[in-house]
């Protein structure tokens, strides 16, 4: 069973930066898609990033573009979500997600990714 641990959120006002981190266990496959989720109150979730753990498929949100990177640390099993000039709108709740065994390639590059294990979240809240 995967397990899924998210830190590293808080309060920031906009144009600051946060960073979060999801420490990954109980895999070892490196067929995992990882991607990072946000839900602000009265909205639908939305995925905001993801990558695949072999590399070379990475998928970002429209709204985070050039804005968000997402990292992941292989040895530590530990992904990261670096988030400079935040705003406003960025407030939300958000959730470490991971697909795997032998996640798509694919649907993981293109936002499309399966969510089979989540974290329980971490809040971002951003004060203009």
């Known amino acids: 069973q995967v397990q899924l641990v998210e830190s590293g959120g808080g309060s920031v006002q906009a144009g600051g930066s946060l960073r979060l981190s999801c420490t990954a266990s109980?895999?070892?496959?490196?067929?995992?898609?990882m991607g990072w989720f946000r839900q602000a109150p009265g909205k639908e979730r939305e995925g905001v990033a993801a990558?695949?753990?072999?590399?070379?498929?990475?998928y970002y949100a429209d709204s985070v573009k050039g804005r968000f990177t997402i990292s992941q640390d292989n040895a530590k099993k530990t992904l990261y979500l670096q988030m400079n000039s935040l705003k406003a709108e960025d407030t939300a709740m958000y959730y470490c997600?991971?697909?795997?065994?032998?996640?798509?390639?694919?649907?993981?590059?293109?936002?499309?990714?399966?969510?089979?294990?989540w974290g329980q979240g971490t809040q971002v809240t951003v004060s203009s």
């Open positions: 990558v695949y753990t072999r590399g070379g498929s990475i």
């Open positions: 109980g895999y070892t496959s490196s067929r995992f898609c």
């Open positions: 997600a991971a697909d795997g065994p032998y996640s798509d390639y694919i649907s993981c590059g293109a936002g499309r990714m399966e969510t089979k294990f």
